[in-house]
């Protein structure tokens, strides 16, 4: 069975900082997707940014970008220029190629301090 | 924008009783998932559907079922609550046809056994 590891249950940075929060997982699969998920205080669960496995190059929307590394089985998110409202549980998810269901780690806090 | 609607916010019932949590979404999407969140455990998946009438089994579906009677409708039926089943439950749904597609989250609904 696929596992997700997130080895940081907490994480803080100085707002305009740059932070990387970590994920790795398990899988027997070449074929899969790979996600992060923001949820705020709100708690509404949105995508960050997602990654085919197939694509070497690693994927970016504005400040947020991810360092896949396909052979290591990671899969780390950087956010650069931290804002106030970056302040949530970061998930980090995987997805079978073959299967729509996710697996999710744990989840890491980011706190960004002012 | 895909719209996931959960019946509740919050619900408080108690030991025993049957316990429907309704979850609607206005994309036309093929897939809808439930997940139940537990700090420190992440999300896990109880139950999916890929079809109307369509049901398979997540990771902890016992204590759980659910119905898909209309495409946009998917409910999770707990059949006799217990206290163990105090949790926050999300809804997702997705499009059936394309393998990146992400979930689509709901606002959650915190229900808690007494």
């Known amino acids: 069975a696929q596992t997700v590891t997130q080895s940081q249950p907490e994480m803080s940075v100085q707002e305009a900082e740059t932070v990387t929060l970590s994920c790795t997982y398990d899988?027997?699969?070449?074929?899969?997707?790979l996600f992060w998920y923001k949820q705020p205080p709100s708690r509404q669960m949105i995508l960050v940014i997602r990654q085919e496995a197939y694509k070497q190059q690693n994927a970016t929307e504005n400040r947020f970008s991810v360092n896949f590394q396909k052979a290591a089985k990671s899969f780390s998110l950087k956010i650069s220029d931290s804002q106030l409202g970056d302040a949530a549980m970061y998930f980090c998810?995987?997805?079978?190629?073959?299967?729509?269901?996710?697996?999710f780690g744990k989840g890491t806090l980011l706190t960004v301090n002012p | 924008d895909v719209k996931v609607t959960q019946s509740s916010r919050y619900l408080v019932k108690r030991t025993g009783e049957k316990v429907f949590l309704e979850c609607v979404q206005d994309?036309?999407?093929?897939?809808m998932f439930w997940y139940r969140q537990d700090p420190g455990l992440g999300l896990r998946l109880i139950y999916f559907?890929?079809?109307?009438?369509?049901?398979e089994k997540g990771d902890i579906p016992e204590g759980y079922s659910v119905s898909r009677e209309k495409k946009e409708r998917f409910s999770l039926i707990l059949e006799s609550a217990s206290t163990n089943q105090t949790s926050m439950y999300l809804c997702?749904?997705?499009?059936?046809?394309?393998?990146?597609?992400?979930?689509?989250f709901g606002d959650g609904t915190r229900l808690s056994i007494l």
């Open positions: 559907s890929y079809d109307v009438k369509m049901k």
């Open positions: 899988t027997s699969e070449s074929d899969y997707y």
């Open positions: 994309m036309d999407h093929e897939n």
């Open positions: 997702a749904s997705s499009r059936g046809d394309r393998r990146a597609e992400p979930q689509h």
């Open positions: 998810a995987y997805r079978g190629g073959s299967n729509y269901k996710l697996t």
